[in-house]
């Protein structure tokens, strides 16, 4: 599987039509790629938070738009990112979009985990419930979101549902950048599986993004990792290799303690 990831720079310069308009343009220069991944809340920043509530979107509105034509267009899996989405019923959700090639929208998910503990993400977004894993023709994504990756239990239930590429989009701040490249590599490491995640460039809200967006085999090697700036970056995954590092080295097969709805 050739995976691309575009560490998109979020720039409050640019109007967010234009950014849309510029990353639809690069995802459909990927074509012949088998799936794209895009940051956290690219098209608004993901620590913009007054911006949350003025760029909310509809699930179909003009970002879901966008990308399903380049989707459509370069013939690729995407996982667009997340978007400040408004549902219907009022609430404001960060919400991951995943689209086929062709074109359609065949899995959203809600972020489970909000930062900010007392302040943005944390009060001004609704929290997500649910576990949510894509079928590839070859693999099994699972989905996570930014700081859902400093919760092991969620990416448990993960790979318990099938997982074998973990994709997460993030809008990472520089000045957290060593936690970002260890969490990830211990999420491949513990769950035996791909670690795809992309973040942001540039500066948005006066915070520095980390960039670094990286990808992790089940053994918990860094195949390849991008630096500060925008940046493209593309690898091929051997999938068999989830298989065989589980056969091989069967750890997953002696968990103890499981959380369910009834606890440990």
């Known amino acids: 599987m050739r995976v691309s990831l575009i560490q998109t720079a979020v720039d409050p310069a640019e ?17 012949g790629r088998d799936l794209v991944v895009l940051p956290e809340l690219w ?6 938070y007054e911006s949350f ?24 899996w995407l996982h ?42 944390a009060v ?16 099994t994504l699972g989905l996570a979101t930014c700081y859902d990756l400093r919760f092991p239990e969620l990416f448990r239930a993960l790979v318990d549902a099938g997982a ?13 950048r ?9 999420r491949a490491v513990e769950n035996q599986s791909y670690v795809v995640a992309c973040g942001t460039a540039g500066t948005h809200a006066n915070v520095p993004q980390a960039g670094h967006s990286i990808v992790v085999d089940p053994w918990g090697t860094v195949l390849a990792e991008a630096g500060p700036d925008e940046e493209i970056l ?17 750890a997953l097969k002696d968990r103890v303690l499981r959380t369910g709805p009834s606890g440990v």
């Open 124 to 139: 001004l977004m609704s929290a997500g419930t649910e576990i949510v894993t894509v079928p590839l023709p070859d693999t």
């Open 234 to 250: 593309t690898v091929e995954l051997d999938l068999e290799r989830v298989t065989k590092t589980r056969e091989e080295f069967p």
């Open 15 to 31: 109007p967010v039509a234009d950014r849309r308009e510029r990353v639809a343009g690069l995802v459909r220069e990927q074509r």
């Open 80 to 121: 667009a990112g997340s978007i400040a989405e408004r549902d219907p019923e009022g609430p404001l959700f960060n919400t991951s979009l995943v689209f086929s090639p062709s074109g359609d929208l065949v899995r959203t998910y809600r972020k489970i985990h909000r930062f900010g503990f007392d302040r943005g993400e």
């Open 178 to 186: 060593e936690h970002w490249t260890l969490l990830a590599r211990a």
């Open 53 to 76: 509530a003025t760029e909310a979107e509809p699930l179909h509105g003009p970002t879901a738009e966008a990308m399903s034509a380049a989707a459509r267009d370069a013939g690729v």
């Open 43 to 48: 098209h608004v920043g993901a620590f913009a």
């Open 164 to 176: 074998q590429l973990l994709v997460i989009p993030a809008g990472w701040p520089e000045r957290r």
